[in-house]
């Protein structure tokens, strides 16, 4: 069974670094990209970025390039994402969610989500 | 602003037909594929149609897809409670070099 599996929910300050993970399992993962979803409260969903699980390589949105970091570790199944300087503006459920190809818009698999509050 | 566009609300009662739309531009919708997810309250999205119109193994036949152009719409036939959810649309974007999503449709089951 496919299963993407994000770390747990984060509450942080405005200014601290943060790294969530996606680990996968179930399917082979270095064949597949991975990418995020950021959906804010109430809101609707957005790209942030892929990642080829194979070496690393990111692509991001123009909306999220130079905030946030999209990484991938091979040999423990398992993507992040990664801040260096959290805003308010931040808070947010971040979704991980596999691709089939890297050039569509085909997410089969979905984590759960993780919750981070960034306090001001 | 999404670069995909949907109506923010639809409903409908039980055993009713409900069709949501989505359009699109010459650049995510125009030669590429539509898809749709569905999120239930509180849970992760799911993809519900992929290529435009096909279903994933385990969604029900009520619901179904299809695309002309840059428009494309969602049909769910004998709608029931637990459809209700809010439904978005995504397709690649060549401008952006990356997949897009519409602003989602919240249908509420009357």
């Known amino acids: 069974e496919v299963q993407l599996v994000q770390s747990g929910a984060e509450v942080k300050q405005a200014g601290e670094s943060l790294r969530i993970s996606c680990e996968g399992s179930g399917y082979s993962f270095s064949t597949f990209w991975i990418s995020w979803v950021r959906q804010m409260p109430g809101k609707g969903l957005e790209w942030m970025g892929k990642?080829?699980?194979?070496?690393?390589?990111?692509i991001y949105a123009p909306s999220f390039q130079g905030h946030v970091t999209i990484s991938s570790e091979k040999s423990t199944n398992t993507a992040y994402l990664q801040w260096n300087s959290l805003k308010a503006s931040d808070t947010a459920i971040y979704y991980c969610a596999r691709q089939t190809t890297g050039f569509d818009a085909d997410f089969d698999y979905w984590g759960q989500g993780t919750l981070v509050t960034v306090s001001s | 602003q999404s670069e995909l566009t949907q109506p923010p609300s639809a409903s409908g009662t039980p055993g009713q037909t409900v069709t949501i739309s989505c359009s699109g531009s010459?650049?995510?919708?125009?030669?590429?594929?539509l898809y749709w997810y569905q999120q239930l309250p509180g849970t992760a999205p799911r993809l519900l149609i992929y290529k435009n119109r096909q279903r994933p193994s385990g969604v029900p036949d009520r619901f179904s897809g299809s695309k002309s152009g840059t428009s494309a719409s969602l049909v769910i036939g004998g709608l029931r409670s637990e459809d209700e959810a809010d439904y978005y649309c995504a397709a690649w974007d060549d401008s952006l070099s990356g997949p897009v999503f519409g602003g989602g449709t919240k249908l509420t089951v009357l």
């Open positions: 990642v080829d699980t194979d070496d690393s390589y990111a």
């Open positions: 010459s650049s995510n919708m125009g030669e590429n594929f």
